[in-house]
Protein backbone atom coordinates (compact mmCIF):
# COMPACT_ATOMS: atom_id res chain seq x y z
CA UNK A 1 0.00 0.00 0.00
CA UNK A 2 2.85 2.69 0.63
CA UNK A 3 5.00 1.42 -2.54
CA UNK A 4 1.36 2.82 -4.27
CA UNK A 5 0.73 5.57 -2.57
CA UNK A 6 4.49 6.84 -3.49
CA UNK A 7 3.50 6.03 -6.24
CA UNK A 8 0.49 8.08 -6.88
CA UNK A 9 2.59 10.94 -5.15
CA UNK A 10 5.13 11.08 -7.33
CA UNK A 11 3.35 10.36 -10.44
CA UNK A 12 2.46 14.41 -11.42
CA UNK A 13 6.26 14.80 -11.38
CA UNK A 14 8.06 15.34 -14.99
CA UNK A 15 10.95 13.61 -13.90
CA UNK A 16 10.78 10.12 -13.04
CA UNK A 17 11.97 9.96 -8.92
CA UNK A 18 14.98 8.05 -7.65
CA UNK A 19 14.72 4.85 -5.61
CA UNK A 20 15.96 6.81 -2.42
CA UNK A 21 13.40 9.39 -2.88
CA UNK A 22 10.19 6.35 -3.05
CA UNK A 23 12.03 4.97 -0.40
CA UNK A 24 11.58 7.86 1.93
CA UNK A 25 8.35 9.09 0.72
CA UNK A 26 7.28 5.11 1.77
CA UNK A 27 8.44 5.37 4.86
CA UNK A 28 7.14 8.95 5.60
CA UNK A 29 4.05 7.36 4.52
CA UNK A 30 4.05 4.47 7.06
CA UNK A 31 4.65 6.62 9.76
CA UNK A 32 2.30 9.27 9.03
CA UNK A 33 -0.24 6.02 9.02
CA UNK A 34 0.90 4.54 12.37
CA UNK A 35 -0.82 6.66 14.50
CA UNK A 36 -3.80 6.91 12.75
CA UNK A 37 -4.50 3.00 12.88
CA UNK A 38 -6.29 4.05 16.07
CA UNK A 39 -8.66 6.48 15.19
CA UNK A 40 -9.37 4.57 12.05
CA UNK A 41 -10.29 1.69 13.76
CA UNK A 42 -12.75 3.51 16.20
CA UNK A 43 -14.37 5.42 13.47
CA UNK A 44 -14.61 2.20 11.48
CA UNK A 45 -16.26 0.28 14.36
CA UNK A 46 -18.72 3.27 14.86
CA UNK A 47 -19.89 4.73 11.49
CA UNK A 48 -20.52 1.58 9.89
CA UNK A 49 -22.77 2.39 6.99
CA UNK A 50 -25.17 -0.26 6.97
CA UNK A 51 -26.23 -1.47 3.52
CA UNK A 52 -25.34 -0.90 -0.12
CA UNK A 53 -24.05 2.91 -1.11
CA UNK A 54 -26.10 5.22 -3.55
CA UNK A 55 -23.70 4.47 -6.51
CA UNK A 56 -23.80 0.57 -5.68
CA UNK A 57 -27.15 0.31 -6.32
CA UNK A 58 -27.47 2.72 -9.37
CA UNK A 59 -25.03 0.04 -10.35
CA UNK A 60 -27.12 -3.09 -9.96
CA UNK A 61 -30.03 -1.42 -11.04
CA UNK A 62 -28.05 -0.44 -14.31
CA UNK A 63 -26.82 -3.90 -14.34
CA UNK A 64 -30.08 -5.12 -14.59
CA UNK A 65 -31.61 -3.05 -17.44
CA UNK A 66 -28.75 -3.33 -19.62
CA UNK A 67 -29.58 -7.14 -19.52
CA UNK A 68 -33.09 -6.11 -21.07
CA UNK A 69 -32.18 -2.83 -22.97
CA UNK A 70 -29.19 -0.88 -22.93
CA UNK A 71 -30.47 1.93 -23.82
CA UNK A 72 -33.02 2.71 -20.75
CA UNK A 73 -29.66 1.79 -18.45
CA UNK A 74 -27.72 4.25 -20.31
CA UNK A 75 -30.93 7.07 -20.11
CA UNK A 76 -30.97 5.89 -16.15
CA UNK A 77 -27.29 6.79 -16.02
CA UNK A 78 -27.82 10.18 -17.96
CA UNK A 79 -30.65 11.19 -15.89
CA UNK A 80 -28.91 10.56 -12.10
CA UNK A 81 -25.30 12.40 -13.47
CA UNK A 82 -27.32 15.51 -14.66
CA UNK A 83 -29.60 15.26 -11.60
CA UNK A 84 -26.05 14.80 -9.64
CA UNK A 85 -24.74 17.78 -11.27
CA UNK A 86 -27.48 20.01 -10.96
CA UNK A 87 -27.50 19.69 -7.22
CA UNK A 88 -24.00 20.69 -7.61
CA UNK A 89 -23.22 17.91 -4.93
CA UNK A 90 -19.29 17.18 -6.66
CA UNK A 91 -18.48 21.55 -6.42
CA UNK A 92 -20.25 21.67 -2.82
CA UNK A 93 -18.09 18.69 -1.64
CA UNK A 94 -21.75 17.61 -0.11
CA UNK A 95 -23.39 14.44 -0.08
CA UNK A 96 -26.84 14.29 -2.40
CA UNK A 97 -30.01 12.14 -2.13
CA UNK A 98 -31.55 10.80 -5.16
CA UNK A 99 -34.60 8.56 -4.57
CA UNK A 100 -34.80 5.76 -4.65
CA UNK A 101 -31.05 4.85 -4.41
CA UNK A 102 -29.64 6.91 -1.75
CA UNK A 103 -27.55 9.32 -0.54
CA UNK A 104 -24.56 9.88 -3.47
CA UNK A 105 -21.01 11.24 -2.31
CA UNK A 106 -19.98 14.36 -3.88
CA UNK A 107 -17.47 11.93 -5.47
CA UNK A 108 -20.02 9.40 -7.07
CA UNK A 109 -20.67 11.86 -9.93
CA UNK A 110 -17.01 11.27 -11.37
CA UNK A 111 -17.70 7.67 -10.80
CA UNK A 112 -21.51 8.01 -12.32
CA UNK A 113 -19.59 10.05 -15.17
CA UNK A 114 -17.08 7.34 -16.04
CA UNK A 115 -19.56 4.38 -15.68
CA UNK A 116 -21.82 6.40 -18.04
CA UNK A 117 -18.41 6.82 -20.30
CA UNK A 118 -17.97 2.86 -20.53
CA UNK A 119 -21.73 2.09 -21.21
CA UNK A 120 -21.58 4.50 -24.19
CA UNK A 121 -18.29 3.54 -26.14
CA UNK A 122 -19.83 -0.28 -25.17
CA UNK A 123 -22.76 0.65 -27.71
CA UNK A 124 -21.10 2.41 -29.99
CA UNK A 125 -21.86 6.17 -28.48
CA UNK A 126 -18.69 7.63 -29.74
CA UNK A 127 -20.22 11.18 -29.73
CA UNK A 128 -22.09 10.62 -26.42
CA UNK A 129 -18.91 9.50 -24.64
CA UNK A 130 -16.89 11.93 -25.91
CA UNK A 131 -19.08 14.85 -24.83
CA UNK A 132 -19.26 12.93 -20.69
CA UNK A 133 -15.37 12.27 -20.76
CA UNK A 134 -15.22 16.14 -21.58
CA UNK A 135 -16.82 17.05 -18.86
CA UNK A 136 -14.30 14.70 -16.56
CA UNK A 137 -11.32 17.10 -14.46
CA UNK A 138 -8.43 17.19 -16.30
CA UNK A 139 -6.41 14.42 -16.01
CA UNK A 140 -4.68 11.75 -18.02
CA UNK A 141 -7.16 9.44 -17.84
CA UNK A 142 -9.96 11.96 -19.31
CA UNK A 143 -7.51 12.84 -22.20
CA UNK A 144 -7.05 9.39 -23.77
CA UNK A 145 -11.25 8.90 -22.90
CA UNK A 146 -11.41 11.73 -25.23
CA UNK A 147 -8.66 10.75 -27.82
CA UNK A 148 -10.34 6.97 -27.91
CA UNK A 149 -13.56 8.21 -29.24
CA UNK A 150 -11.78 10.76 -31.80
CA UNK A 151 -10.27 7.87 -33.07
CA UNK A 152 -13.16 5.54 -32.62
CA UNK A 153 -15.12 8.23 -34.88
CA UNK A 154 -12.16 8.17 -37.34
CA UNK A 155 -11.09 12.07 -36.44
CA UNK A 156 -7.04 11.09 -35.79
CA UNK A 157 -5.92 14.35 -36.43
CA UNK A 158 -7.94 16.02 -33.67
CA UNK A 159 -7.14 13.07 -31.05
CA UNK A 160 -3.39 14.03 -31.92
CA UNK A 161 -4.53 17.77 -31.27
CA UNK A 162 -5.91 16.97 -28.20
CA UNK A 163 -2.72 15.36 -27.32
CA UNK A 164 -0.09 17.54 -28.09
CA UNK A 165 -2.46 20.48 -26.05
CA UNK A 166 -2.54 18.52 -23.13
CA UNK A 167 1.37 17.09 -22.69
CA UNK A 168 1.93 19.96 -19.89
CA UNK A 169 -0.33 17.27 -17.57
CA UNK A 170 1.54 14.42 -19.04
CA UNK A 171 3.31 12.27 -15.91
CA UNK A 172 7.30 10.81 -15.71
CA UNK A 173 5.68 7.68 -17.01
CA UNK A 174 4.61 9.72 -20.44
CA UNK A 175 1.33 7.95 -20.95
CA UNK A 176 0.21 10.75 -23.24
CA UNK A 177 3.23 11.40 -25.01
CA UNK A 178 2.87 7.53 -25.95
CA UNK A 179 0.00 7.04 -27.41
CA UNK A 180 0.71 10.27 -29.01
CA UNK A 181 3.60 8.61 -30.69
CA UNK A 182 1.03 5.45 -31.18
CA UNK A 183 -1.19 7.83 -33.76
CA UNK A 184 1.46 9.20 -35.49
CA UNK A 185 2.22 12.11 -33.74
CA UNK A 186 5.45 13.82 -32.27
CA UNK A 187 5.74 14.95 -28.90
CA UNK A 188 8.69 17.06 -29.56
CA UNK A 189 6.65 19.92 -31.56
CA UNK A 190 4.41 20.51 -28.56
CA UNK A 191 6.86 20.42 -25.78
CA UNK A 192 5.94 23.97 -23.66
Not at 101 to 121: P, S, T
Not at 154 to 179: F, K, M, Q, T, Y
Request: aromatic share 6%.
Amino acid sequence: MSGELATMLTDRSHRKPSRRKLGLIRLGVLVGFIPLLPVAFVMRLRFRPGGQTAFGALEARVRELWSTSADEAVALLRSVLEQLRGRDGFAAMKRVELAPFGKFEFWDEIMVAHHLYNCEMALGHHEQALAVAATLPRDEDSVLQQADCLVAMGRRADAVALLERNLDIDSWRGILRRRLTALGGSPLRSVN
